[in-house]
């Protein structure tokens, strides 16, 4: 079993900065990819943000160049690194973990609202 644990949302500033954490509880050899996930209200949740066990990372093409996910190893924790923030950046930003073989993230955090507004 897995459990993720969000930290780091609140409020920004258009073009600044926040930083969220999500640490990871529990088996973690058996996660293959660590994801952010965001869903702003009345829209579809939506995929940020990759890393997979060896380092790999990929972002969805809104974030690219302005958001960095990066692990943590000694502390088992996965951070969003937001930067140039934008008000469609506002939602509620989500972990989570896909385990080996598996074709569907099995563990979700609670979530953290992010909001961009100055």
């Known amino acids: 079993q897995v459990q993720l644990v969000e930290s780091g949302g609140g409020l920004g500033q258009p073009g600044g900065s926040l930083r969220l954490s999500c640490a990871v509880f529990?088996?973690?050899?058996?996660?293959?990819?660590m994801a952010w996930y965001r869903q702003a209200p009345g829209k579809q949740r939506e995929l940020v943000a990759t890393i997979t066990s060896d380092g790999s990372t990929n972002y969805t093409d809104s974030v690219k160049g302005r958001f960095t996910i990066s692990g943590e190893t000694a502390k088992n924790t996965v951070h969003l690194q937001m930067n140039s923030l934008k008000p469609e950046d506002t939602a509620v930003y989500y972990c989570?973990?896909?385990?080996?073989?598996?074709?569907?993230?099995?563990?979700w955090g609670q979530g953290t609202q992010v909001t961009v507004s100055s």
């Open positions: 989570a973990a896909l385990g080996h073989g598996s074709s569907r993230y099995d563990y």
């Open positions: 529990g088996n973690i050899f058996s996660i293959n990819v």
